[in-house]
C-alpha cells in the first residue's frame, strides 16, 4: 500500500530565508507525485507535479520539488520565502494505472513565515 | 479555469439531523471526490465516484453516503450527524493529464460544525 511522510508538521522561517519542506513516499509502483498548497479558509491548490521526465520540477509562486527515486523523496524547495508563502502544504502520490487518480495525502506541513 | 464550487463555506447542524453537502464542477470530469480534513491528520478520502450512478468507498466511509445524479454534481449525505463529523469537508474533481496521471481541482471547502 501506498503511503505518504511530510517529515515536519511545522516550519518556522524568516522571510528571505530558504525552505525546504519534506516529502517521503512508499509504493511498489512507480508513481506521480504532486505538492498542494492550502491558504486559511480555502480549498488545495496544484503548487506543481512529477508525471516523468526532468527529476527537477518547477512551479509556481517560485517552488520547486526534486523526485528522488533512490530515496523515494520529493521534498519542496524556495530559495527566497515572502510572507504569502505563509499556508499549508500537502505532499500527495498516486500510483500509474491507478484508480481514477485516487491521491494519497501527507498530513501536511504548516509554513510560517515571519518578518 | 476549472471550477469546483461547494454548496456552504460554514454550516452549522445539530445531532441526528440529515446533511446533504453538494459539490459542482463545471468542467466536464469524470471523476470526483469528497474528503474531510481534520488538524494533523491531513485529507482522508471518504468516497469518489468515476461515473454517474457509481461510487466507490474511500477510507472512512462509515456514516457516509453519496449521490451523483448527473455528471457534474456529487453530494455527500451524512443520514444522522454526529458531533465526531465536525470538520472541513473537501470535494474535488480530477482530469487526466498529458504525461499520464490524474490532476484533481478542489473546491474550497465547507466547514461543518455539529452540535
Known amino acids: 500500500a501506498q503511503s505518504v511522510t511530510q517529515l515536519d508538521s511545522q516550519v518556522p522561517v524568516f522571510e528571505e530565508a530558504p525552505v525546504e519542506l519534506r516529502c517521503n513516499y512508499s509504493s511498489s509502483v512507480s508513481v506521480y507525485l504532486f505538492w498542494y498548497v492550502q491558504y486559511p479558509n480555502q480549498g488545495l491548490q496544484l503548487l506543481l507535479k512529477?508525471?516523468?521526465?526532468?527529476?527537477l520540477v518547477k512551479g509556481i509562486n517560485g517552488f520547486e520539488a526534486e523526485f528522488n527515486k533512490s530515496q523515494t523523496s520529493f521534498h519542496l524547495r524556495k530559495p527566497s520565502v515572502h510572507i504569502s508563502d505563509t499556508a499549508e502544504y500537502f505532499c500527495?502520490?498516486?500510483?500509474?494505472?491507478?484508480?481514477?487518480?485516487?491521491?494519497?495525502f501527507g498530513k501536511g506541513t504548516k509554513l510560517s513565515v515571519k518578518p | 479555469d476549472v471550477k469546483v464550487t461547494q454548496s456552504s463555506r460554514y454550516l452549522v447542524k445539530r445531532t441526528g439531523e440529515k446533511v446533504f453537502l453538494e459539490c459542482v464542477q463545471d468542467m466536464d470530469h469524470e471523476n470526483m471526490f469528497w474528503y474531510r480534513q481534520d488538524p494533523g491528520l491531513g485529507l482522508r478520502l471518504i468516497y469518489f465516484s468515476y461515473d454517474v450512478k457509481m461510487k466507490e468507498k474511500g477510507d472512512i466511509p462509515e456514516g457516509y453516503s453519496v449521490s451523483r445524479e448527473k455528471k457534474e454534481r456529487f453530494s455527500l449525505i451524512l443520514e444522522s450527524a454526529s458531533t465526531n463529523q465536525t470538520s472541513m469537508y473537501l470535494c474535488a474533481s480530477s482530469l487526466l493529464v498529458p504525461g499520464g496521471g490524474y490532476e484533481q481541482y478542489f473546491g474550497p471547502g465547507t466547514r461543518l460544525t455539529v452540535t
Open positions: 512529477y508525471l516523468s521526465g526532468s527529476t
Open positions: 500527495a502520490v498516486s500510483e500509474y494505472g491507478g484508480s481514477q487518480g485516487n491521491l494519497i
